[in-house]
């Protein structure tokens, strides 16, 4: 079975692909880095039976349980591949906690800062393809956020191209380094991070292909956010192309000059004088007595509080498809309060 039919067709596909091509080579016709990034489906570590085979001597196979059970606590590997398309190197850094966009972010500068720098030590920007989802997706503040704080500490122009939706097999990371890293792991159960790495690093081709791999440890936990000014600052950084620019853009190294000016804090309105709250809240204005006014503000406070939070998430254009912030008033027995 060949697995080649796209799952969808997004709108200028073909021309994305022909705008991916045209910049490799220019990258490539100047000795610029060009690199190809994706993460590798996650592996369990341990005494798990994998599919494939391997040479062994006759009779004497490699055994595994014939079932396989995965817990909460197994642990597990995750692989985040750079192939270098100009060297024809690969390079994994196999994380063993989350695939997030700083798991994305650091794998990219431990290859730089590990093999990338020494490949081009005079580099001045660097070109990514990556897809559209996952960790590294097209739109993803966060992964910007960390390609913005890579360019920063290396001083490259970091250019991103991703594939369309739907198109991720097409990256070169998948047919160049991830097939033939499945190769290397066939028929070989995982039963430490010691013995994935070997498997990765021994992999190798005919024309060339070698990979190293190193084991990254560090905790990536989600939930991460930015701030409104944060945002801001990034988006002023990132510099979109005109041809599809949610796809295609470049984020180069800090320049204060360039730098967006600080908005000026507005002045808070003064507060209402006790005098005139004592005044807006009379008999005569309210039609009821004050103790009845001040129950009547504590029995509404919720209903405030959930309006007050659904202008908000409108404002944030949170579209909550259903969802109706207003309450039942009439549980609020107005008529049978004295009148003043």
């Given at each position: 079975m060949a697995k080649r039919r796209a799952g969808s067709q997004v709108p200028d596909r073909d021309a994305q692909f022909q705008h991916i091509n045209t910049t490799v080579e220019q990258f490539l016709a100047d000795g610029s880095p060009v690199v190809s990034v994706d993460a590798k489906k996650k592996e369990p570590i341990g005494d798990f039976a994998r599919a494939g085979r391997t040479y062994r001597p006759q009779g004497k196979p490699i055994t595994a349980?014939?079932?396989d059970f995965t817990f909460a606590d197994t642990p597990v590997a995750i692989p985040y591949g750079v192939y270098d398309l100009g060297q024809d190197v690969g390079w994994v850094n196999v994380g063993t906690d989350r695939n997030t966009a700083a798991f994305a972010g650091e794998s990219i500068r431990r290859w730089w800062n590990q093999q990338g720098q020494g490949h081009y030590p005079d580099a001045t920007r660097l070109l990514i393809t990556a897809d559209s989802g996952g960790a590294n997706s097209a739109d993803s503040h966060l992964f910007k956020n960390d390609l913005a704080a890579f360019a920063d500490e290396s001083g490259l122009a970091v250019t991103v191209l991703?594939?369309?939706?739907?198109?991720?097999?097409?990256?070169?990371?998948?047919?160049?380094?991830f097939s033939r890293i499945t190769h290397s792991l066939c028929g070989r159960p995982l039963t430490s991070y010691e013995v994935l790495l070997q498997s990765i690093s021994a992999t190798r081709t005919s024309t060339g292909l070698t990979v190293s791999a190193v084991l990254d440890d560090n905790n990536y936990p989600t939930g991460r956010t930015l701030t409104k000014e944060q945002r801001q600052v990034l988006l002023h950084r990132v510099q979109r192309d005109d041809f599809h620019g949610e796809w295609n853009y470049t984020i180069a190294s800090y320049d204060p000059s360039t730098a967006p000016l600080a908005e000026p804090e507005q002045a808070k309105a003064p507060p209402i004088p006790t005098e005139a709250t004592y005044l807006l809240t009379h008999p005569a204005l309210t039609g009821i007595i004050r103790d009845q006014f001040d129950r009547l503000v504590t029995e509404l406070e919720p209903w405030r509080r959930t309006l007050a939070e659904a202008e908000r998430e409108k404002r944030k254009g949170i579209n909550r498809r259903g969802y109706n912030p207003a309450s039942d008033f009439s549980t609020i027995d107005i008529a049978s309060w004295p009148l003043p």
């Open positions: 349980p014939d079932h991703h594939f369309p939706p739907g198109t991720s097999k097409w990256n070169k990371v998948e047919h160049r380094l």
